[in-house]
């Protein structure tokens, strides 16, 4: 078993950046794979950005890069997400998720096996 806890969400205006926190606990040796998500009032749960936790390789929706950073904490039990140039579209809860399963790269939720509560991000206009 995996414990994900995020951490770093609140309200901020829009233009602002926020830098959430995910920390990692329990049997992570197995993991490949650590991801954000986000899902937003109404709408599907959605893919944000990823990273190989040993590789530290990193992956993005195609409409936030640029403006949103996924990075591995040094111990590799932690990944972060710097969200910049905030909207109010980017208002969600956020979600880390990790993914064993396999070493093959995927948006797909059902493609991570872990998932923490989740983080309300708040961007007002």
């Known amino acids: 078993q995996v414990q994900l806890v995020e951490s770093g969400g609140g309200l901020v205006q829009a233009g602002g950046s926020l830098r959430l926190a995910c920390a990692a606990s329990?049997?992570?040796?197995?993991?490949?794979?650590m991801g954000w998500f986000r899902q937003a009032p109404g709408k599907e749960r959605e893919f944000v950005a990823a990273?190989?936790?040993?590789?530290?390789?990193?992956y993005y929706a195609d409409s936030l890069k640029g403006r949103f950073a996924i990075s591995r904490g040094y111990a590799k039990n932690a990944v972060y997400l710097q969200m910049n140039s905030l909207t109010p579209e980017d208002t969600a809860v956020y979600y880390c998720?990790?993914?064993?399963?396999?070493?093959?790269?995927?948006?797909?939720?059902?493609?991570?096996?872990?998932w923490g509560q989740g983080t309300q991000v708040t961007v007002s206009s």
């Open positions: 990273i190989t936790l040993n590789g530290g390789n990193t």
């Open positions: 329990g049997r992570t040796a197995s993991t490949y794979y």
């Open positions: 998720a990790a993914r064993q399963g396999s070493s093959r790269f995927t948006e797909a939720l059902l493609g991570y096996d872990y």
